[in-house]
């Protein structure tokens, strides 16, 4: 997502930051850019010529003409004024305390996955440590309640169902009885959705609305719909009311309208994001660093937030003693290709990484050379892993036999990983080449 957005926003940057005076033209010219840049991106119309109004406005007085660094001025405005347009702060749920039922209606018209992202939610609260239940109330498209009772035996959470009832209503009344009755403090409920907006459709929510009483009414919107998903979460907050709106199929191609439009149009906040089909691909959505990504300056608060969830300390120092010693093995290696995994894609990480983004091969990051890889690697006996100086011609053979690959690229692999290995043990031992790194980080964020 906002790849075109994000090219454009690193090549106007580019432009003026190694400027060391900036007139009101280069001002003119850039914004001029970046106009034309969320214009394409299907950014609402009123929301671009206010975004555009205000930079221009900032930048045009004293602070950036007269700066020491007027590139980098402009910059850090064009950063605020896009962290504004997000929704300013990162806005989670308002949940009551462990001991109280708190209830989480989810709406959306049929499509947005809607049923998943209920699922999604209640495993990422669970991990929490909330205890939620999820509640089958959409009774009209056919197997919802099916799917949701899928995904719940995938996540661990229970769910609530009603066999042969046919009003939703009922079904919320029983489950909230069911829910006080069994010390559950999050309750879930996936109403019904429609191809498209209904009278119908509004009404059964709002019926279902008054009786669950939520502290969270949340709209689910397919951010692949642009504009569209707008306009739907500004009809459904006149008609019901929303609380926030999570976003679903975020990793998908999509030009990124829809979150740079939604809190200025309806005032309500993006919770969170689905950013894959995996059952725990739920992010919660953070204006600030979403707007780094956005201008090419990445996000390594969530990539090392994503590296603390996948490796303990522990195994990180370990890690850095092999690396320091050189007894960093194949089967070491094979290990953080798991991690990587579940980390996320290789593009979404290089897209937190500052810099890089727009700046490496995509062909470099294919997954296939990644699974060719680790196909080598689990060709191999573990004593191999463990000293892979001891592979010789007929080893290699048989070890391209086993993958299904060439000795070509077993031989690829094994220079591949010397030379690694040689970096980072440099790397790990010289604090200079380190320090260096980060103040290149530094310098982008």
Known sequence: MFDKLTRTFSDVL???SGKSSISEKNIQDAVEEIKIALLEADVNLRVVRRFVNHTIEEARGEKVLRSVNPGQQFIK??????VNLLGSETEGLQLKGPDTLSPILFMGLQGSGKTTTCAKLALRLKKEGRKPLLVAADLVRPAAVKQLQLLGEQTGVPVFAVEGEKKPVKVVKQALSFAKKNSFNTMIVDTSGRMHLDDDLMKEIQEINSVLKP????????AMTGQQAVEIAKEFNERVGITGVILSKFDSDTRGGAALSL??????????????EKIDELEQFHPDRMASRILGMGDVVSLVEKAQETIQEEEAEELQKKLQSSTFTLQDYLEQFTRIKKMGSLQSLVEMIPGMKGNIDEDALNSKEMKKEEAIILSMTLQERHNHRIIGPSRRKRIASGSGTSVFDVNRLLKKFDKMRLMMKKMTKNKKLQAQMLSQFNGNI
């Open 263 to 276: 809190k200025s149009v309806t005032k309500k906040p993006i919770k969170y994001v689905g950013v894959g």
């Open 14 to 16: 580019r432009q003026v």
């Open 215 to 222: 502290v969270e009414g949340l709209l689910v919107a397919d």
């Open 77 to 82: 405005i064009v950063h605020d004024r896009m």
